[in-house]
């Protein structure tokens, strides 16, 4: 059967200037995967009527569905509207139901009297099937024409998503009768990404064509991707389990865990299932990783909390690192980092401890201690273990990777594999 496809139009000039972060095509894009819709393209757009026109051209001729997100609001940038009226050869009407909505968030809810402005939200284009937004005050759109379906949603985040699982998901089903996607991944570690395609080389061609492998690599690991689709559910997914259990078989040396999820969700459940604890001592990183232990529901079972020791007087005052120790080999040392972990360990009475100081750039680097420079130390009551890093990124990517291989090295402590 031949493949639903879709595009993703966002608009706005604030996209184009990287002013505002586009999410919404990243959660439209799951929620397509999620339900066998193939995302063929993603196409962002200024402010710009000719732009968007030629971009509905464009997805229209590849896609029967596109996904437009942005341009609903009040304001004179505001033009996705009257565009998509005009495209679709309609006349603007006053949608009661959503007239009656956005009067009552106005004057109910916010206690402030409507204006025409906001009035004219409530105006679409008697061509299209109005999405209703319970969110906002921007209503969805669904045009149809020549077998494509045009999705027109508000680029405010929480209401696209409200309307994407709330109509648009729904719609697609229905209408397009998608075939079950599956995907199963894992996630490993110590191994690069060209040595674990040598490593796989065998598995990877014995793949049938209807299985694809993808290779994810981020911040020194890999995750492997198995997908596949089926008009049954049960055949697709006894047909990926079977082969994703042989690709665990063939990286099980460097397996982290068989499941989507990342780095500090495996620490964190090796650690509740343990009923045991951690503990952080950060410089450089500023409460990034305690920040990524912290962030998942059920932390507080296993982190009890951290400390920023950015400069070198909290070191010695709160982690015992000696004034000689800094002033011999410095901060970024082997034995301030270990010092650091033992000291957090003991004063938080954690079963472990993390700790990290470097030099995330731009600046701040000798000829002894380069740019990107790390020392990460892991301890628990046995041991104490450390290890220097090289990095070779930006500040803000430098931060990321020293967070994800300390929680990493964390968990190697754990499961006794350094």
Not at 171 to 191: S, V, Y
Request: charged share 20%; glycine share 8%.
């Amino acid at each position: 059967m031949e493949s639903i496809n879709a595009t993703i139009i966002t608009i706005g000039d604030e996209l184009l200037i990287g002013q505002v972060i586009d999410t919404n095509s990243a959660f439209i894009a799951q929620s397509l995967n999620a339900i066998g819709v193939a995302v063929k393209s993603r196409i962002a757009v200024g402010d710009d009527a000719k732009d968007i026109k030629a971009a509905l051209d464009e997805a229209a001729e590849k896609s029967q569905i596109i996904i437009i997100t942005g341009g609903l609001g009040p304001t004179a940038d505001d033009i996705t509207k009257p565009l998509l009226n005009h495209y679709f050869g309609g006349k603007m009407v006053i949608h009661e139901p959503s007239l009656a909505h956005i009067t009552y968030i106005f004057e109910t809810i916010h206690k402030r009297p409507m204006i025409d402005r906001n009035r004219k939200q409530a105006e679409v284009p008697d061509v299209c099937e109005v999405l209703f937004n319970e969110k906002g005050t921007a209503p969805g759109m669904l045009f149809k024409k020549n077998g494509v379906f045009f999705f027109s949603l508000p680029g405010v985040p929480h209401e696209m998503k409200w309307l994407t699982t709330t109509h648009v998901i729904p719609i697609i089903q229905k209408a397009f009768q998608p075939n079950f996607i599956g995907h199963r991944t894992l996630l490993t570690a110590g191994i690069g990404e060209s040595f674990l395609a040598e490593l796989i080389f065998a598995f990877e061609n014995s793949l049938p064509p209807n299985i694809k492998l993808a290779y994810l690599p981020n911040f020194g690991m890999v995750r492997l991707r198995l997908t596949s689709s089926n008009k049954d559910d049960a055949i697709l997914n006894k047909e990926l389990d079977s082969y994703f259990e042989s690709l665990k078989l063939a990286v099980n040396e460097y397996l982290v865990t068989d499941a989507d999820e990342p780095m500090e969700v495996v620490v964190g459940n090796l650690l509740k299932s343990k009923q045991q604890t951690v503990a952080t001592a950060e410089s450089c990183t500023g409460g990034y990783i305690g920040h990524l232990l912290s962030k998942h529901a059920g932390s507080s079972q296993f982190y009890t909390g951290g400390i920023i020791s950015y400069d070198n007087r909290i070191k010695t005052e709160f982690l015992d690192v000696s004034s000689t120790i800094l002033q011999t080999v410095g901060a970024v040392s082997k034995e301030a980092v270990e010092q650091m972990a033992l000291a957090v360990r003991a004063k938080m009475n954690t079963d472990y401890a993390v700790s990290v100081s470097g030099i995330m750039g731009p600046g701040g680097q000798t000829n002894e201690k380069p740019l990107g420079m790390v020392w990460i130390g892991v301890a628990n009551k046995e041991k104490v273990v450390s290890k220097v890093f090289y990095l070779r990124f930006d500040r803000a990517r430098n931060i990321e990777v020293t967070a994800s291989q300390a929680i990493n090295l964390l968990r190697l402590l754990i499961i006794n594999k350094i």
